[in-house]
Structures are given as structure tokens and as C-alpha cells.
């Protein structure tokens, strides 16, 4: 069966200081993933998706960057952190419509 | 621009009861729709979809009906259970290679025993 693992669970981060939140898929080959936000009170927006290997696209502009240096690895940066960048921050993989996501990084920038 | 739109921020319905958890989306390109349900502080997990050729989906408790003209569409829960208490969001996909997921803002039901 699928799995993916994100970590960290939770985040404290100063504001200007760099930002890397991991995601890993198990149990599946090639798939298609991505990363979201969600805000406090809001709906979940997408960040970034990528169908394959080293193949990025970004949603929205910001000071956020991602990576997916092997297929089933996807990695959120940023150099310098914005209060605006906490969020609770979602990983999801697919194959399919249906996406199936991660259990989340709480991420407080202070 | 919010293309998928879940109006009702909340829901509170008795335990026994149906719950109707409403959507409507504005792009005519969006060709499968899905819900999904979340706990503070978890990922959402996906609860039943529909593709845009159907107009009914059941699985269980969950029914999603599609209304294509209208733009609608809606989650039954019969019978609710306290344990349904959570955010649903629905979202909705046209069909592109990356099958990008566009959500609505959630709607928080509460199963009251």
C-alpha cells in the first residue's frame, strides 16, 4: 500500500531564517505530487506541483521554492522566511484525480 | 478568483440526521469532483468523488450529487455520527496531465449526539 511521510510534524522558525520541509511517497512510481498551504481560516491553495523528476511548476509567486530531486522525494524551501509564510503546509501525491495527502507541517514563522 | 465555492462556513446537524454539505464551482472546464474530509491539525483524506459524466455517487453513508447545469454540487451523510464532525472541502479537477485539484474554503460540520 501508498504511505508518504512528511516531516517535520511542527516548525518555529525567525523570521529571515531558511526553510526546508521534506515529503516522501512509498508504495507508488511516478507520481504526481504537490504542495499546499493552508492558512489559518482559509482553503487549501496550491504551491507547487510537479509530474516528474526535477519538473516543477509553481502556482502562486512568493518567496518559496521547490524541488524533487528523486521521484518520490518533494522538497519545500525557502532562503529567508515572512511571517506570512506560516501555515499549516500539505504534501500530497497521485496518480490518478483523486490526491492523497500527507499528516501535515505546522510551520509558525516568529 | 475562487472558482470552487462552499458558502456555508459551518453546519451543525443531530446525530441520526441527514447532513448536506453544499459546493458550487464557476469554471465549465472542471470535469471531476471530489470531497474531503479533515481534522485539525491531519491531512485531509479523500471521502468520494464523482466524474462529470454521472450525476449520483454513493459509497455507503456519503451520496455526492452532481447538478452540471446549475454548477452544484452536494454531499448526503445518512445517517450522521458524531465521529463525521470535521471540515469537509470539496474540490474539483479539469482534466489536465497534473490533475490539479482546485478546493473550496471547507465547511466545518458538528454531529451533535
Known amino acids: 500500500s501508498q504511505t508518504i511521510h512528511q516531516w517535520p510534524a511542527t516548525l518555529v522558525q525567525p523570521v529571515g531564517s531558511p526553510l526546508s520541509l521534506e515529503c516522501t511517497v512509498e508504495?507508488?512510481?511516478?507520481?504526481?505530487l504537490y504542495w499546499y498551504r493552508q492558512a489559518a481560516g482559509r482553503g487549501l491553495q496550491l504551491l507547487f506541483y510537479?509530474?516528474?523528476?526535477?519538473?516543477i511548476s509553481s502556482e502562486v509567486p512568493q518567496n518559496l521554492s521547490a524541488s524533487r530531486p528523486q521521484d518520490r522525494q518533494f522538497i519545500l524551501s525557502s532562503k529567508k522566511l515572512l511571517l506570512s509564510d506560516s501555515g499549516f503546509y500539505l504534501c500530497a501525491w497521485s496518480t490518478g484525480y483523486e490526491q492523497y495527502f500527507g499528516p501535515g507541517t505546522r510551520l509558525t514563522v516568529t | 478568483d475562487q472558482q470552487v465555492k462552499q458558502n456555508s462556513p459551518s453546519l451543525s446537524v443531530q446525530e441520526g440526521r441527514i447532513s448536506i454539505l453544499n459546493c458550487d464551482y464557476t469554471?465549465?472546464?472542471?470535469?471531476?469532483f471530489l470531497w474531503y474530509k479533515k481534522y485539525p491539525a491531519e491531512g485531509p483524506t479523500f471521502l468520494i468523488s464523482i466524474s462529470s459524466i454521472k450525476d449520483k455517487n454513493e459509497d455507503g453513508r456519503f451520496t455526492v450529487f452532481l447538478n452540471k447545469s446549475a454548477k452544484h454540487l452536494s454531499l448526503h451523510i445518512v445517517p450522521s455520527q458524531p465521529g463525521d464532525s470535521a471540515v469537509y472541502f470539496c474540490?474539483?479537477?479539469?482534466?489536465?496531465?497534473?490533475?490539479?485539484?482546485?478546493f473550496g474554503t471547507g465547511t466545518r460540520l458538528t454531529v451533535i449526539p
Open positions: 469554471n465549465s472546464m472542471f470535469d471531476y
Open positions: 508504495g507508488t512510481s511516478n507520481p504526481n
Open positions: 510537479s509530474v516528474g523528476i526535477g519538473q
Open positions: 474540490a474539483a479537477s479539469p482534466q489536465t496531465g497534473a490533475n490539479n485539484l482546485f
